[in-house]
């Protein structure tokens, strides 16, 4: 098979509206899970379109800037130690922070202002960031350096102890009735940090990279092989191994969350984290009677402190419009009253500004960083 992908014709539709990429959409974004040797054949076979037609339209709305990425996505919560970080720092420094964090610190992912709609416990707390260090390294040290670098007064380390719901699919969401749910209650997944050999993360560290358009074919790992140094064979060999391991998460395409896209068509436009304070002991009960709920891309455990009034599980959910989003978790709230989890306090932290880039979880890289801004490995050790 050639190497060469085929060129994209100017007119292949881009919309997310259009019916063969919303159907394209609805499977890609968030459905296709594990390591496949061949993700466009499953897209196909899921979505009902062609696979060549697949390729074509995901390419072409890649070049667009439609699909802002795609990519194999890892659970990296079993390969770095990690956390939601939440940040206050004068409101002067807000935007620059933001600017550090998204451009000149590899291992933040997720960067978010927020706000709620009323001074709540928390809500002095407007910069929000996912983190990952290395295995081997101190979340907490690497916050004290950003706290330097941003000029932060205070932050907060939000590790979660167990995650409820992983999967943003914006297309698949719309129109979704608030109460929608699934009959099962969510699977509880652990955090557990798992090892791996030099040979692993070197196939690991070619697999997550994002493609570009030209790569973007159905001999997708072919390149990504010859990159780890390993045949083909031995790269499809490690990663169901890794698959096997629960350290691969979905084959997916990533649509710009906030930002226009073509035909200034908006995916989304509200970002709302969810906070919910439930009692000691009942987290795990909380936390999958909340991930079942379709409109949640994400559900966890994670122990929000004094400062977020003791809360204990938290999610996010997308939409449109405000008041669609609010009817989304009163539906929630209902469900967990119907249900004898009582919550002791509730609140909403709205996204505003956001990027979103995958954090570095790579130990060569972390020790590349750590020396080109002149602090000792030593130093930033757990």
């Not at 929000?128 to 916050?143: E, M, N, R």
């Not at 929608?180 to 940090?193: F, G, H, P």
Request: charged residues 25%.
């Amino acid at each position: 098979m050639s190497t060469l992908a085929p060129t994209v014709e100017e007119d292949v539709p881009v919309r997310i509206d259009d019916p063969i990429n919303a159907a394209i959409l609805a499977v890609s974004e968030d459905s296709i899970q594990g390591f496949l040797p061949d993700p466009f054949e499953q897209i196909a076979l899921q979505s009902g379109v062609a696979v060549d037609t697949v390729i074509e339209r995901i390419r072409a709305m890649v070049k667009s800037g439609t699909i802002r990425r795609v990519r194999q996505t890892l659970m990296a919560t079993n390969l770095a130690p990690g956390a939601l970080v939440a940040w206050q720092l004068p409101e002067e420094k807000l935007s620059a922070a933001f600017d550090y964090l998204f451009q000149q610190d590899p291992f933040s992912g997720h960067v978010v202002i927020r706000t709620t709609d009323a001074a709540t416990p928390g809500s002095n707390y407007r910069l929000w960031t996912t983190l990952k260090v290395p295995q081997g390294y101190s979340l907490k040290k690497h916050c004290e350096y950003l706290k330097e670098q941003i000029g932060a007064d205070h932050y907060r380390i939000m590790p979660a102890k167990r995650l409820f719901a992983l999967g943003v699919g914006h297309v698949r969401r719309k129109g979704m009735e608030p109460g929608s749910k699934a009959e099962a209650l969510a699977e509880v997944q652990d955090t557990n940090i798992v090892e791996l050999s030099e040979l692993e993360w070197r196939v690991l560290a070619s697999l997550k990279r994002e493609f570009e358009p030209n790569e973007i074919r159905r001999d997708l790992w072919a390149s990504r092989a010859e990159e780890a140094g390993v045949d083909l064979d031995t790269f499809y060999k490690v990663g169901a191994e890794l698959n096997a391991r629960r350290v691969i998460g979905r084959f997916s395409t990533f649509l710009e969350h906030v930002k226009p896209v073509a035909g200034n068509q908006r995916v989304t436009r509200y970002n709302a984290l969810f906070h919910w304070a439930v009692p000691e002991g009942r987290e795990i009960e909380a936390g999958r009677e909340v991930g079942r709920f379709h409109i949640m891309t994400h559900a966890y455990w994670r122990e929000g402190g004094a400062e977020f009034k003791n809360v204990n599980v938290m999610g996010v959910a997308h939409g449109t419009e405000k008041e669609m989003v609010l009817a989304h978790k009163a539906a929630i709230d209902a469900h967990l009253e119907s249900v004898g989890i009582p919550v002791s306090y509730t609140n909403v932290f709205w996204g505003g500004r956001s990027e979103i880039k995958p954090s570095e979880i790579s130990p060569i890289v972390y020790r590349e960083f750590l020396k080109s801004v002149g602090v000792d490995e030593e130093n930033m050790r757990s």
